[in-house]
């Protein structure tokens, strides 16, 4: 009898356990995502409204505003690591900013032009693309080159890429006409890497005439 | 016995829950037949129904393309500026095709003597209910800049071509009808209740490029890999798996039970 006893209670034991860890992993281990992608019924934001594709000469871009998603920033030059990813704003005065990528096309010009921006800090919270994933088609923005002109660019479409399986032609490869890509993070994060698993990418086409000073 | 009844329940509950869990971690929707994040250009084209122009002579009303828009052959066309399309194999999801096609600087005017209304900057949104949207100017002046002119019957839409030769993929047999909004807004400008929603307008043609397709400009430096390392997780949320939670907490409701019962009988033994 003492040995049945002995084996319900190791047998409780046992699911008594699983049960603790299971709770521990439950309310530690799961995905933190990004900062939530917003599905609201906002009308698109428009800055301007006069078509026609542009196609000034070469000037790099100096700022960028978003108004739909409360982005004022400087936009600073960038290039690419040692190993081909893009360069970002390492921790220091200029990590909260913008930057372009200098082997990417002029705003404007034809081809792909690329600017990235963080989501977030290690430490510090929301960095100045944290909601770059509420953008949506129509929502409009302004890059102003270093020339002073300043181009409108109209939302074509918002999507996220798992870091691993990131479709680099798609994205960078030639484009028939002056197009943009936003970049930041996006999806879960992962603790362990350090790293959210996911970008989110703006695809974006200028509308209208630069407009000059 | 039943101790050992409840324990087994309770660890094929785990094990169930386990299951469920990496079930729903390999769900996903199915795969597109074909995405475009950015369309770079090509048309929609409209072939004018007969019933539309008649009704539009009748009024004396004359149809005439603006801006970068056309009218040739009983065929309007509007040029591909910008949006998205995305599209899946039919059936699978609805609707099938999904995104924005933006068409700015192009549009139809329709005039009657000194009146002149124009529809214009359509962007052609394919859910549900699909509808093509536009700006609608009377004599120069913007009456509103987004409303519904056309409801699109998608239910005629035939699959998707392709033509590799010429880089392009056709979407065709969307019923373009005219809503009722339009309809009422066109009357009261032309002064008449002859014009009636659900009025079919015609059947358009959707021509998009194939991504890279046409050449294009690459960058003029080297083409960066892979995506961009550009966060540090501060503002991440969640981290609580509800399911190995919701595991958990049966686990020790199991144990628990079996402890009462244990002591119970214990208890009544001594």
Known sequence: MASRTRSWAVAIALVAATGVVLVVLGLTSGSRAAAPVAADARAPVPVSATPAPASPEASPPVRISIPAIGVESVVNPSGLNPDGTLEVSAPGPRYDQASWYTGSASPGQDGPSVILGHID????????????????????????????????????????????????????????????????????????????????????????????? | MKLRTIALAGVAALTLTGLGSGLALAQSGP????????????????????????????????????GSATVEDGNASFPITGGNVTVYKPGEVTPYVQGMIMHDGSGLSLTKGDTRV?????????????????????????????????DLDGSTLKPITTDASAGTATLTGTTVKLSTDAADALNKAFSTDALKGGTTVGIATIVVNLPGSDGGSGMPGAMPQGGAETGGGSTATGGVDSTLLAGGVLALAVAGGALVVVRRRAGARG
């Open chain 1, 121 to 213: 800090s290690a430490r510090n919270g929301p960095s100045v693309f944290y909601r770059l994933a509420q953008l949506r088609p129509l929502d409009e923005f302004i890059v102003t080159r270093a020339d002073g002109a300043s181009l409108v660019f109209r939302v074509n479409s918002v999507q996220q890429y798992p870091k691993n399986a990131f479709p680099s032609q798609q994205v960078y490869g030639p484009t028939p006409r002056p197009e943009m890509r936003l970049i930041t993070c996006g999806g879960p994060f992962d603790d362990s890497a350090r790293s959210y698993r996911d970008n989110t990418v703006v695809y974006a086409s200028p509308i209208g005439a630069p407009t000059t000073p």
């Open chain 2, 118 to 150: 124009t529809l214009e900057d359509f962007v052609i949104d394919p859910g549900q209910p699909a509808t093509l949207k536009g700006k609608v100017s009377a004599n120069g002046s913007v009456v509103a800049e987004s409303v519904t002119l056309f």
């Open chain 2, 31 to 66: 795969p597109p037949v074909a995405s475009i994040p950015s369309l770079t250009g090509k048309s929609t084209s409209v072939k004018l129904d007969s019933g539309f122009t008649d009704a539009l002579s009748s009024l004396q009303v004359t149809p005439a393309p603006t």
